[in-house]
């Protein structure tokens, strides 16, 4: 399915092609069997947020409720602060190890940074609260990138109540940066731009769901 969001729709120039051809390429930076040992205590970063978005009826999803909008603007990423982080990806490729190069800013630096989407999730699964079905994915970082670690994104609704929620999951290590400039500089706002980009992610989806629902509920029937 094509998304109708913008940031899957956007041109790729040359350079970005060959850029992501070279990102399908490079190897992980973490060993993805062992995600359980990248923990706190273990010397990693581990950040854990959510957000409510607007509920459903309970059970299933429904066809264009919060859930399904949701995962349509999570596919295409365009729930991102651009001015923080912009990604490009080819949107034809499966979802399923797609390369994706990152662009990131923040204060006076910028950085190109590769990942991979390491695993889809589409499940039931027992949740805090009960019986939830969850859809997302995540992606990790690869050789040349500043940290080493994984990201996840997901959308879950609680199958009894209805409640639908926006979940970021990431555990992080800075990683080997042998340019002294962008060393000092990523050990000075590193973590800054972790908090925003999740913050600023959580609050995009919400605005952005609540936004097409509107959109949807004013259109002529």
Same mark, same amino acid.
Do not use: C
């Given at each position: 399915?094509?998304s109708r969001h913008a940031?899957?729709?956007?041109?790729?120039?040359?350079?970005e092609?060959?850029?992501?051809?070279?990102i399908?390429t490079?190897?992980p930076?973490?060993d993805?069997?062992k995600r359980d040992?990248?923990?706190e205590?273990a010397g990693?970063?581990? *950040?854990a947020?959510e957000?409510?978005?607007?509920?459903e009826?309970p059970g299933?999803?429904?066809?264009?409720?919060?859930?399904?909008?949701a995962?349509e603007?999570?596919?295409?990423?365009?729930?991102?602060?651009?001015?923080?982080?912009?990604?490009? +990806?080819?949107?034809e490729?499966?979802?399923? *190890?797609?390369?994706?190069l990152?662009?990131?800013?923040f204060l006076?630096?910028? +950085?190109?940074?590769?990942v991979?989407?390491?695993?889809?999730i589409?499940?039931a699964?027992?949740?805090?609260d009960g019986?939830?079905?969850v859809?997302?994915?995540s992606?990790h970082t690869?050789?040349g990138?500043?940290e080493r670690?994984?990201?996840?994104?997901e959308?879950?609704k609680?199958l009894?109540t209805?409640a639908?929620?926006?979940r970021?999951?990431?555990?992080?290590?800075?990683g080997h940066?042998?340019?002294?400039f962008y060393?000092?500089g990523f050990r000075l706002?590193?973590?800054?731009?972790?908090?925003?980009f999740?913050?600023?992610?959580?609050?995009n989806?919400?605005?952005?769901v609540?936004g097409?629902?509107?959109s949807a509920?004013?259109?002529?029937?």
């Open positions: 399915m094509k940031a899957a729709d956007r041109v790729l120039d040359q350079r092609r060959a850029r992501l051809a070279e399908a490079l190897e930076t973490i993805l069997t040992t990248y923990v205590a990693w970063n581990v *950040d947020r957000i409510g978005l607007p509920d009826a299933e999803p429904e066809p264009r409720g919060s859930f399904v909008i995962t603007i999570l596919r295409a990423y365009s729930f991102t602060p651009t001015r923080l982080i912009r990604g490009s +990806f080819d949107p490729a499966p979802l399923l *190890d797609r390369p994706m990152l662009t990131a800013r006076w630096m910028r +950085f190109e940074l590769g991979r989407v390491s695993r889809v589409e499940e699964r027992e949740g805090r019986q939830e079905y859809w997302g994915y992606y690869l050789a990138h500043l670690g994984e990201i996840t994104f959308i879950a609680h009894a209805g639908v929620v926006f970021v999951h990431s555990f992080s290590q800075t940066i042998a340019n002294w060393r000092i706002v590193g973590r800054r731009l972790q908090r925003s999740a913050e600023q992610s959580l609050s989806m919400q605005r952005l609540v097409a629902l509107l509920s004013e259109a002529p029937q």
